[in-house]
Nanobody
């Protein structure tokens, strides 16, 4: 399995980004998947997840109402729409399976700053 995250960048507070996760070697729609983020010295934490069935989503309290996870089954991709970004959202963002993670991708850096 190979995961490739993209779409990060530098954005001002209140701005938006759309992260993408492309997968090869696995069909994402067959698994519960999510987006995680990591800051220096801390472990990765899930910020958004999506179940394979019914596409039920859940979010960390810190991002509710601002981040939205979605999936395009035809393209085998998962997205994270990020609106109302705050400086505390600055992190490297990764996508992966919710349980028994696959090999990690390189992640994509999101920096929220003036």
């Amino acid at each position: 399995v190979q995961l490739v995250e993209s779409g990060g960048g530098l954005v001002q507070p209140g701005g938006s980004l759309r992260l993408s996760c492309a997968a090869s070697g696995v069909t994402l729609s067959s698994y519960d998947v999510g987006w995680l983020r990591q800051t220096p010295g801390k472990e990765r934490e899930f910020v958004a997840t999506m179940k394979r069935s019914e596409e039920t989503t859940s979010y960390a309290d810190s991002v509710k109402g601002r981040l939205t996870i979605s999936r395009d089954n035809a393209k085998n991709m998962v997205y994270l729409q990020m609106n109302g970004l705050k400086p505390e959202d600055t992190a490297v963002y990764y996508c992966n399976r919710v349980e028994r993670s696959w090999d990690w991708g390189q992640g994509t850096q999101v920096t929220v700053s003036t």
